[in-house]
């Protein structure tokens, strides 16, 4: 069966309270599409730091996923000089996403 089960152990695993705090800081994951309003989250977050200043936890959001605007979504966090990390295709309950504090 393509999706996973309450019984897969990478569901539980990713479901499980932490047992230490989470120490990166937001993540967005999903298909790299200007629908998905990445172009607008990267204006947020220039527009955020200058009202409010400081940066991220972790110092930059992290971008998982792939899809056909992957490069130009890039070049407008570039552009915008967005602290950004783009992980490219993960899968949802790989180690990479688990301590993170938030999801956008």
Do not use: M
């Not at 936890?57 to 602290?83: C, M, S, T, W, Y």
């Amino acid at each position: 069966h393509p999706y996973s089960s309450s019984s897969d152990a990478r569901l539980s695993d990713a479901l499980a309270e932490p047992s230490k705090p989470r120490t990166k800081g937001a993540y967005f994951i999903g298909k790299l599409l200007w629908q998905k309003g990445l172009g607008e989250l990267a204006s947020l977050l220039v527009a955020s730091q200058k009202e409010f200043g400081g940066d991220l936890p972790d110092g930059a959001i992290h971008v998982v996923g792939d899809g056909k605007d992957r490069r130009a979504i890039e070049n407008r966090f570039r552009q915008l000089k967005v602290p950004s990390v783009f992980h490219g295709r993960v899968d949802h309950a790989d180690e990479l996403c688990r301590d993170f504090r938030a999801l956008v």
